[in-house]
């Protein structure tokens, strides 16, 4: 069983970074496409960014705009998500996933991490 734990949330600026990693034991994450997604209360999980396994070819939700970066590193078993002028909008959980497919859904992933809070002032 794979086990996600995310860290390097917290409060920030808007207009500040954060880099959000999430470390995977128990199993590699080599053949998973990894992601991450966010949610506050009262609004639905959304996808932020995900990247694949096979290429690491990624792909990003709307909102980011070019702020966000997923990376991976397979022989540290993490996975990176680097945010930048960050919004008080971007206030949310953010949690990592593992999936076997290339989705913007959270029903394709089976293993998520147990999320951390990003919080943005204005």
């Known amino acids: 069983q794979m086990l996600l734990v995310e860290s390097g949330g917290g409060l920030v600026q808007a207009g500040g970074s954060l880099r959000l990693s999430c470390l995977a034991t128990g199993r590699a994450i080599t053949y998973y496409n990894m992601a991450w997604f966010r949610h506050t209360p009262g609004k639905e999980r959304e996808l932020v960014a995900v990247?694949?396994?096979?290429?690491?070819?990624?792909l990003y939700a709307e909102f980011v705009q070019g702020r966000f970066t997923i990376s991976r590193d397979n022989a540290k078993n993490t996975v990176d998500l680097q945010m930048i002028n960050l919004e008080p909008d971007d206030t949310a959980i953010y949690t990592c996933a593992a999936g076997d497919q290339f989705s913007t859904e959270a029903i394709h992933y089976a293993n998520w991490g147990q999320g951390i809070q990003v919080t943005v002032s204005s």
């Open positions: 990247i694949r396994y096979s290429d690491a070819s990624t």
